[in-house]
């Protein structure tokens, strides 16, 4: 939170920008908002729908909604096949399913917002894709499993054989994928969004 109020005053917008670290379903406030913003927040919620409907009511009639999920769900993320891509981006669909998440959440977009009562919304959908040496796709999938292992030693899902998870990981990852001479994909990102023209009844 420091960190963030920090880099807003630096940039010149600590009168404007405030933050608070609230659980979303007792978030509450009399003001209307011109837009509402959330990437990676609804999958996490036990029931979207409702509580998109419920923050929506924070906007202002002609404000903005735009939500912003993900798709682990794919189980061909590279090609030539580079097993160890395959198999540690398979740990991270593995730990959203022990949680009882769908992997492929960012897919449901369409149906959370209809069920939000918010109408049909505009999708967009682009997935992050690398191969060449010092691609992020490989900070991001080694950090990502680096900082999940712990869920997923608690959850009981097995670590693949013969991979070390600590910040060597990335380059492991990096290693085997040039040596494959592979293109992998990271995760599918999914942006909906609607204009609420009258804002929620
Ligand atoms: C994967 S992170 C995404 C963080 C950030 N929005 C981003 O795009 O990088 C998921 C975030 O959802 C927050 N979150 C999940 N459930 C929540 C809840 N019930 N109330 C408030 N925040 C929640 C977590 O604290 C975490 O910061």
Redesign the pocket.
């Known amino acids: 939170m420091e960190a963030a109020r920090h880099r807003a005053a630096v940039d010149g917008h600590g009168d404007v920008v405030r933050f608070e670290n ?4 007792e978030f509450d406030t009399t003001h209307r908002f011109d837009v509402l913003v ?4 609804l999958q ?2 036990p029931d979207p729908a409702a509580a998109l409907n419920r923050l929506a009511h924070l906007v202002r009639p002609g404000g903005i909604v735009v939500m912003h999920d993900m798709d682990v769900s794919n189980a061909d993320v590279s090609r030539p096949l580079c097993p160890i891509w395959n198999d540690c981006y398979a740990l991270l669909r593995a730990l959203f399913r022990a949680h009882g998440i769908a992997p492929d959440f960012g897919r449901h977009l369409t149906r959370v917002f209809l069920d939000a009562g918010l109408g049909w919304p505009n999708v967009e959908s682009g997935a992050m894709t690398g191969g060449k040496p010092g691609s992020t796709v490989f900070t991001w999938l080694g950090s990502a499993v680096q900082a999940i292992e712990p869920l997923l030693v608690q959850a009981g899902i097995a670590l693949p054989d013969g991979v070390t998870i600590d910040d060597s990981l990335a380059a492991t990852l990096e290693r085997a994928v040039l040596n494959s001479r592979a293109m992998v994909l990271g995760n599918t990102h999914y942006g909906a969004w609607v204009r609420l023209d009258k804002g929620l009844e």
Do not use: D, P
């Open positions: 609230v659980e979303l379903a959330g990437r990676f927040i996490y919620l």
